[in-house]
Each structure stands twice: as structure tokens, then as C-alpha cells.
């Protein structure tokens, strides 16, 4: 069991819980080796609590941590039964958890996880200053119209991720997702894999550092793009439409009408510069061996 280091904190230690709204508005407690779950199915167990510590505990009930406020979740799992389980909350710590609930994190701010393993087919919806470290996380729709985030060592497999965010930094991860950052602004993704089909599409100020991009139809429809440093596979039709400066390491399969910029690379299959429907004069240039 993982000891917090607060005294004065109420105890509420093994017990179960299956009510409508069994610990509602508690204050200052901790919750240890509790489960949520039974016959009486209650909704939202903790709704509305206050710098609380829930540890080594288990959910199977829907809404538990809604409009939390001041919260860490230790050690802890919650079940597919736990629909929406975390909305409306601020300033919490979520550490060496499995979560399956559909739909965790909703309209949430300031929440850090770790070391955590999620399935949630709707994570991180609408949400600001979201920080991960050490995780798995399996999503459709990862972090959609969520802002100010930071990611380090994520291994993530999703569809549509990213999309409509701002202000997100990536380290360290592999990252297999189809559509990727569609719409997103102003994201950094460093010493990272990412594998998925037409990643990157209608981006501003997207940054790729010392990452490999694997996938059909990169990056087109781009504002202010820049590659430093990468490799590419399986990448045909490249920077449709885009504004880009690129240095890729390797060969292209293929670059199609680059609306301006220059992309240096070590070879390319070909280079397809017609029926573009705009002006484009981006540039290819083929590294010259030493």
C-alpha cells in the first residue's frame, strides 16, 4: 500500500460502498481498500470531494469522480463499468492505476497520471494542463480539444488522436494512430515514433525532432512545418499543400505539390509537381553524398 504523508486525514478503510452518492462532499480523508459496487448500482460515489486520497480501491460503479476537487487516485482500478469516471475535476494525481471506464477525463484541469494503463475510447476530452508520464493508453479519440499538455515515455495505440489541440509536447513515445493532430497548433513531438495514416493533416506549427514517421499521406494541408532530423517509411504523396522546411534522413516514396518551403532528403522515388488547385513552389532537394 502506498503511504501519503497527511495524518490528519480522516480514514475510511474497508469498507464497500453501492449507494447513490455514498461519499458525497467528503473532506479531507483518505479512502484506502474500499470497493464501489453492488446491487443498489449508486451513481457518483465521491461526487463533489474535497483534498481527498483514494487508495488501493476498486470501482464497478458509473461517475464516481465528478467536480473533485484536490484528488489523488493510488493504485487503483476502475472496470468498463465505470462510465465517464473522472469529469469536472481539478488538481489530481492519478498514479499506478488501470482504468477501463469509457470516457475518463472530461472538462478536467491540472490533472497529472503515471505509470497508469487506460482504455478509454473518449480520453481526455476538453481538457487543460494535462500532464502523462510512464503510461499505456489505448483511445479512439485521444485528448480531442484538449490544451497545454505535456507527455513523456506514452505507448499509445488510437485512431483519431490529437485533433483540435494546442500547446502539446511529446518525448519519448510510440505512438500508432491514424489522423493524427488534425487541426492541432503549436505541438512538439521529439525522439518519438509515430505510425498512422495522414498524420498531420491541416496542422499550424507542427514540429517533428529526431522522430520516425511511418504511413501513407503525411503532413499535407500544413502551416509553418518543420522535420529536423527524421526518418520516413511507407511515405507516399508527402506535404501535399504544405508551407515546410524538412530534413529527413533516408528516402521518401514520394512528395506531391509542397505549396513553399524545402525539403531536404537523402533520396526520392518522385516528385509530383501538377494539378495542384493553388500556387505551390515548395522545393525538393536530394542531400548530396559525401
Not at 501519503?4 to 479512502?31: G, M, W
Not at 494512430?177 to 509515430?194: G, P
Request: aromatic letters at 8%.
Amino acid at each position: 500500500m502506498q503511504q501519503i504523508k497527511n495524518l490528519t486525514k480522516n480514514k475510511i478503510v474497508n469498507k464497500t460502498y453501492d449507494d447513490e452518492r455514498a461519499l458525497y462532499n467528503i473532506k479531507d480523508s483518505q479512502v484506502i481498500n474500499c470497493i464501489f459496487k453492488g446491487k443498489n448500482d449508486g451513481e457518483s460515489v465521491l461526487k463533489e470531494c474535497r483534498n481527498i486520497d483514494v487508495i488501493d480501491c476498486e470501482f464497478s460503479l458509473r461517475y464516481p469522480l465528478w467536480h473533485a476537487k484536490v484528488f489523488t487516485l493510488l493504485n487503483s482500478k476502475m472496470d468498463e463499468l465505470t462510465r465517464a469516471p473522472i469529469w469536472y475535476s481539478e488538481n489530481g494525481k492519478i498514479k499506478d492505476c488501470t482504468i477501463n471506464g469509457i470516457k475518463i477525463l472530461r472538462e478536467c484541469q491540472n490533472i497529472e497520471l503515471d505509470n497508469c494503463k487506460i482504455n478509454s475510447p473518449e480520453f481526455g476530452w476538453k481538457c487543460s494542463e494535462i500532464k502523462i508520464t510512464n503510461s499505456e493508453i489505448t483511445s479512439e479519440y485521444f485528448l480531442f480539444e484538449t490544451n497545454n499538455v505535456e507527455i513523456d515515455n506514452l505507448k499509445m495505440d488510437g485512431k483519431y488522436s490529437f485533433q483540435y489541440m494546442t500547446n502539446l509536447h511529446i518525448t519519448n513515445s510510440k505512438l500508432d494512430t491514424k489522423d493524427a493532430f488534425w487541426h492541432s497548433k503549436n505541438v512538439l513531438v521529439e525522439d518519438s515514433i509515430i505510425k498512422g495514416e495522414y498524420l498531420g493533416w491541416f496542422s499550424e506549427n507542427l514540429t517533428l525532432k529526431n522522430c520516425k514517421i511511418i504511413g501513407t499521406q503525411p503532413l499535407c494541408y500544413c502551416e509553418n512545418l518543420k522535420l529536423i532530423n527524421c526518418t520516413m517509411e511507407k511515405a507516399d504523396f508527402a506535404f501535399e499543400y504544405s508551407e515546410v522546411d524538412a530534413d529527413i534522413k533516408g528516402s521518401i516514396i514520394s512528395v506531391k505539390n509542397p505549396k513553399s518551403g524545402h525539403i531536404l532528403v537523402d533520396s526520392v522515388d518522385k516528385i509530383i509537381m501538377e494539378d495542384a488547385v493553388m500556387e505551390t513552389n515548395g522545393e525538393v532537394i536530394v542531400r548530396k553524398k559525401k
